[in-house]
Nanobody, 115 residues
Framework: QVQLVESGGGLVQPGGSLRLSCAASGSISSINPMGWYRQAPGKQRELVASITSGRRGNYADFVKGRFTISRDYAKNTVYLQMNSLKPEDTAVYYC?????????WGQGTQVTVSS
């Protein structure tokens, strides 16, 4: 089993920054991807960024140049540094871990970008 616990969400003004963290516990392998998804009200969940050992982060077009994903393999923790935030970035952000048999999800953390 895998457990994922996110932290770092909150309210920020447009143009501001937030850093999300996701601590994973259980059977974690560095060769499996960890990532961040988001879901805004009335919309489907969508990939924001993902990262796997030995590879660069993979980003959705709408966050390229603004968000950076990183992973501490010793701590089994993945981070999402979000800069130049826009109101349209408002959503619940979910951490994910993809094993060979299923995808695990965190409980989600709310990010609200508003003045």
């Amino acid at each position: 089993q895998v457990q994922l616990v996110e932290s770092g969400g909150g309210l920020v003004q447009p143009g501001g920054s937030l850093r999300l963290s996701c601590a994973a516990s259980g059977s974690i392998s560095s060769i499996n991807p960890m990532g961040w998804y988001r879901q805004a009200p009335g919309k489907q969940r969508e990939l924001v960024a993902s990262i796997t050992s030995g590879r660069r982060g993979n980003y959705a077009d709408f966050v390229k140049g603004r968000f950076t994903i990183s992973r501490d393999y010793a701590k089994n923790t993945v981070y999402l540094q979000m800069n130049s935030l826009k109101p349209e970035d408002t959503a619940v952000y979910y951490c994910s871990y993809g094993s060979t048999v299923r995808t695990y999800w965190g409980q989600g953390t709310q990010v609200t970008v508003s003045s």
